[in-house]
Structures are given as C-alpha cells and as structure tokens.
C-alpha cells in the first residue's frame, strides 16, 4: 500500500495548493516536492476514525466500504457506488475548479485529501484502484462502527428458513452412473461419444449441460485418455470405480469446485460470444460456497443471491466493469451490459451453480420439483444434503458400500441394479450390448454374437465371459447362456437377424431381366427364390425410379 508521500506524488500541483487550503496550509509558491512533504505531514496527523464522522453519510459510506475492503476498491466498482473523479489537467483545473462543487462523494473525498487512485498488479492483472494511503489505513485495526456491509447484511432477507418445505428433491446421486456409462461407453463404442445427442437413451439424465460437465470432470480425473482410435478408459478409471459411491461424488465435486468447465457458458438464457474478453470460473464458485452457511437448514435462493449482490457483487468481474463481456440474453436477443443488469448474468449464474451442477453433484436439496436449472430467482429454497455438508467440511467420505449381484437371465439378458457395483457393471457393459434406460429398471446388457467378438478384441475370451459372469451374479448360470455361449466359441455366428428391403414379383422373368440390366444389377442382393431379392436398403428408391424409365412400376411399402 502507497504512503502518503508516494500518493500526492500523484496530484497536480494546483491540487496540492487546494488541499493545502483545506487544511489551513499557505503553499503559493512552493514547489512540488515541499508541497507534498508537508501536506504528508499534516495528513499523517489526522485522527482519521474521528474525521470519518465528520464527511456526509454518502462520504463515511465511502470511506467505510474502502476500510472494509483492506483499504482499496476497483475505481469502476467504488465509481459505480460513490461517483466518479473527474481528471483534468492543470489549465482545466485552474478553470473549471471542481474542488468548489464535486460532483460526487468520491470526488468530494479527492479533493480533501481522502482518496487517491493508482494502478496496482493482481492475480487477474493490472487493475486500477481508489485507495487510502497506509498512515491513514492504520489507523483502522478494528472495524469501523455501523460498517456499510453489516448494516446491508442487517436488512437482507434471512437467509435459512427452518421449516422443510411440502415437497421437496432429495439430493441425487446419478451423476456417478452417468459417469460409469461414459467410461463404459468409451471402453467399447468411443465414437458414439461424438454425438451427444446419441447419448440420452444411455443415460438417467439427458440434459447436454450435464453431459458437458460429466465428460469434462472424466477428463480432469485422469479417467479418460486421448488416443488414436478416440477416447478410452485409463487405469485410473478402474481405480474410481471401485470406489464407494459417496467417495465418487466427493471426488467429482473437487474436481468440479477447480475445474475448467465454465459455468457461465452453460446457464440458461445466456449466450456467451466475441473474444478477447474471458471470465474465472473459480471466483464464482468460490463466492458461493463462502457464502453457503454449513448447516442443515434451508436456504432462500433469492436471499442468498441478494446477499452476495450486496456483499461481493464484483465476485467474477474484480474490475468492477460490467462493459466488456460479450454474453447475450437469449429471451431480447441483446447484450447485457451495466451493472444494471447484474441479475440476468450474475444474478442467472448464481442460480444456475445451485441448480445444476451443485444439484447434480449430489450435493444438494431442491424445495421445487423441477430437475432442469430454471433461470428465475424467485421462491426457490434448497439446502446442503448431508453428503454436501461432509465435502464443504472436508468430511471423509463413507467408505462403506453394500452392492448388490448382477442377475443373467436365460435370454442371455445381464440386469445390473442401480445398487450394484460400478466396476462390475462396467465390466459387464464390455461382454454384453448396452440397451437403453428405463426408468426405475436396472440397467442391462444382452449377450449377443457382435458383443462376444467386441469382448475377445478385448482379449476376453468366452471362458473368461462365463467365469465374469457367474462371480458377479453369485449364482450358477442359467443352463441356456452356457450353452449360447459354449455354442458360439464352437461355431460362431449361425443365425443372423437384419432389416431388408424386399421386391418380390409375379414371375421370374422380371428378376432375370433386372439382374441382367446393368443400370439395375448392382441393386440387388442375395435371391430369396425365383420370386423375390433383397434390394439394397439405400437403393429401393433409385431402383423404383429406374424400373419406372423401363416400362415397370414397383409398388412400395417401406416405412422408416
């Protein structure tokens, strides 16, 4: 922090003579290095906690905030509350004298020597800074009485309610079994991670924000890898899937809480764009938690936005600028800009931390019954679930877990609760065919041909298949899987079901002059007798275009 000396280095020396005035000091015709050491010497001797209440209410507001702050305030975040300064050279300064009629309490404070501005380096860069000098600083070792943020704090609305809510949501935990069906996924399909979309069948929640993090957590853990051939599971993947549940989501909120995933390009109704600007996804998440109480009760979500608008409102823009972002209002289609519009960024993301990714994470309670991040601030009440209450007390984990056995079914159908062990459904998603979720059925898996060779391409052979699946069932086999199985390793695959396009015709001339015709040969498959072939399931259309130029027309009746 500046001394004073350093501070009125910075001022005109017209300034110097008008705050020399102001405390009773004849500077005409000193230079500026005598004029500076002796207003530094009547400044240092100001009992400044006794000057405080001397200033307007607007004035001690200000000085008041800059004490609570440490001693400086970004110039566009204390500009935006108290005014700004305005800076004039000497000849606009000996005209316009603005010490005679400030503009604001900032610029009131400036010219009685109470407020200095310079640029200071910090963590987010160079950053420009309204200050008090350190002689004046000291003087404040205890907080000053009736501070600005305590008597906000006194009128915010409570922020815990104790009654529960009717309804309410318990805290999830699928976002560990999303995860496993990732890793599952990557291990023997990876290209069907390059089309989300793809993915909702798979999953217990399909919201693509979700997905976004879930594949960007899996990515930080060291639980996916970058090959060749796309994305695989490491060791490390097996590692955390044989970990309790609750050490799971603990261990993906850490990652979450130092995580790249920027939040603010997922809330809802807001579209980041435009470059040369970027924000910290850390100091969002980081107001918030600060902010959440560790207890069980509920939380107003309105008053805990409030709050933190009150107390922190520059929490991800340090400069206090509310200009330079380029993020879009998805409902007016128009930037938000000003800090006039802090509720629709700040105020959405805040929001949008709760009811996403703390929600998904497990971490907490919903009052509402709805399961997506809504964008509206009102009525909504949440608390810490005991899981969330653990991770922001750096609680270890339970490592207790009682998983349940996998269930083959004679059909060669593998059911895995959604209480059975991560790891083994993952090894079962490598021997078997992952079919869609149902919701409130286990998952499953089928035995077929396809995924018995995918297993041996992994270097699981079918005695190895039969062993996997008799441990994790803990029962014997149905005597039909064994012999599917037995079958198969003998013979391979003798039966195959497809979907085919047919043309079929009264007599077998037709077929004879079609698979002769060079324009419509290649069209055609394998015969099904002297009446019918299969056509190409991409080729009917062309085939009946051109069986039209013939002379010939071909009814169709084929449906997607």
């Not at 500077?27 to 002796?38: E, P, Q, T």
């Not at 935990?173 to 023997?188: F, H, K, N, S, W």
């Not at 064994?482 to 391979?492: L, M, N, P, T």
């Amino acid at each position: 922090m500046r001394t004073l000396e350093q501070a009125l280095q910075d001022h005109e020396l017209i300034v110097l003579r008008v705050l020399g005035e102001w405390w009773e000091l004849d500077l005409m015709g000193a230079d500026k290095v005598r004029c500076v050491s002796a207003l530094a010497e009547v400044l240092a001797q100001l009992d400044m906690t006794q000057e405080i209440n001397f200033v307007s209410p607007e004035e001690k507001a200000a000085l008041q905030d800059l004490i609570a702050a440490g001693g400086q305030l970004p110039v566009a975040a204390f500009s935006r509350k108290y005014g700004e300064v305005r800076m004039m050279g000497p000849a606009k300064l000996e005209r316009e004298e603005p010490w005679f009629d400030p503009e604001s309490a900032a610029e009131s404070l400036w010219y009685r020597g109470f407020l200095y501005r310079a640029f200071d380096e910090t963590a987010d860069g160079v950053m420009e800074f309204y200050y008090l000098p350190a002689e004046m600083m000291a003087q404040f070792s205890q907080p000053v009485e009736n501070m600005t943020v305590s008597a906000v704090l006194d009128d915010l609305p409570a922020l815990s309610a104790s009654a529960a809510p009717e309804r309410y949501e318990t805290a999830v935990t699928d976002a560990v079994d999303d995860l496993t069906t990732l890793l599952a996924i990557a291990q023997t399909t990876s290209d069907l991670l390059e089309h989300p979309a793809s993915l909702t069948s798979y999953l217990q929640n399909g919201n693509s924000d979700r997905l976004s993090l879930l594949m960007t957590l899996a990515d930080e853990m060291g639980l996916l890898r970058h090959t060749e051939n796309g994305l695989r599971p490491t060791r490390t993947a097996v590692s955390w899937l044989q970990l309790s549940r609750e050490t799971q989501l603990q261990e993906m909120a850490n990652a979450w809480s130092s995580s790249i995933w920027n939040d603010l390009c997922h809330t809802p109704g807001l579209r980041c764009e435009g470059e040369g600007w970027n924000n910290d996804p850390l100091l969002a998440r980081t107001a918030l938690l600060e902010n959440l109480e560790r207890t069980g009760e509920w939380y107003s979500l309105k008053a805990l936005v409030v709050l933190i608008k009150e107390t922190d409102p520059d929490f991800q823009r340090p400069d206090g600028n509310y200009d330079t972002w380029y993020v879009r209002d998805l409902q007016s289609d128009a930037y938000v800009r000003g800090f006039s519009n802090w509720d629709l960024v700040e105020g959405r993301l805040l929001h949008f931390l709760v009811q996403g990714p703390l929600f998904w994470l497990g971490m907490i309670e919903k009052a509402d019954s709805t399961s997506s991040a809504s964008t509206s601030l009102a009525g909504s009440r949440f608390r810490l679930s005991n899981r969330g209450l653990n991770w922001l007390k750096d609680t270890p984990p339970s490592t207790h877990e009682i998983s349940v056995p996998l269930v083959v079914q004679a059909d060669g159908t593998i059911l895995v609760p959604h209480n059975a062990s991560r790891y083994q459904r993952f090894r079962a998603a490598r021997v078997g065919e992952m079919q869609p979720v149902a919701p409130g059925q286990p998952y499953a898996y089928r035995l077929t041909p396809r995924s018995l060779i995918e297993a041996q391409e992994q270097g699981i052979q079918p005695d190895r298949v039969l062993s996997f699946l008799e441990e994790a069932s803990d029962r014997p086999l149905p005597i039909s899987v064994k012999r599917a199985i037995s079958r198969w390793q003998e013979r391979g695959v003798e039966g195959r079901m497809e979907t085919a396009v047919i043309l079929r015709v009264k007599e077998a001339a037709i077929l004879e002059t079609l698979r002769n015709n060079p324009k419509t040969r290649d069209l055609l498959g394998e015969s099904l007798g002297d009446l019918a072939v299969i056509v190409r399931p991409d080729a009917w259309q062309e085939l009946q275009k051109i069986t039209a130029e013939l002379g010939l027309l071909l009814d169709a009746n084929i449906y997607d």
